[in-house]
């Protein structure tokens, strides 16, 4: 059964700074493909950050030099540090797995940005 299990959400004040993560059971986590998307009220999902199996990223230009994504095989756990919030932030963040067809979501954590 393939768990993807999010934890760091919370809220935070505009500036702030949050770690979301994603720990992963069920799947050979070095081989997939693993991303974090979110979803404002009233919004499509969106892809945040990406990184591949082979440690490659790439951002949504709206995070680019505030969010960082990596990952640490030994835990099956795939990270997200974020710094300098702001409220348009806001949203519901989901980890996802990828891997040829197989593609996996956690629940999500909520993330709100707010003073």
């Known amino acids: 059964q393939v768990q993807l299990v999010e934890s760091g959400g919370g809220l935070v004040q505009p500036g702030g700074s949050l770690t979301l993560s994603c720990a992963a059971s069920?799947?050979?986590?070095?081989?997939?493909?693993m991303g974090w998307y979110r979803q404002a009220p009233g919004k499509q999902r969106e892809l945040v950050a990406a990184?591949?199996?082979?440690?490659?990223?790439n951002y949504v230009d709206a995070v680019k030099g505030r969010f960082t994504i990596s990952r640490d095989s030994a835990k099956n756990t795939v990270y997200l540090r974020m710094n300098s919030l702001k409220p348009e932030d806001t949203a519901v963040y989901y980890c996802?797995?990828?891997?040829?067809?197989?593609?996996?979501w956690g629940q999500g954590t909520q993330v709100t940005v707010s003073s």
């Open positions: 996802n797995a990828k891997l040829v067809s197989s593609d996996y």
């Open positions: 069920g799947i050979i986590f070095r081989f997939y493909d």
């Open positions: 990184i591949t199996r082979g440690g490659s990223t």
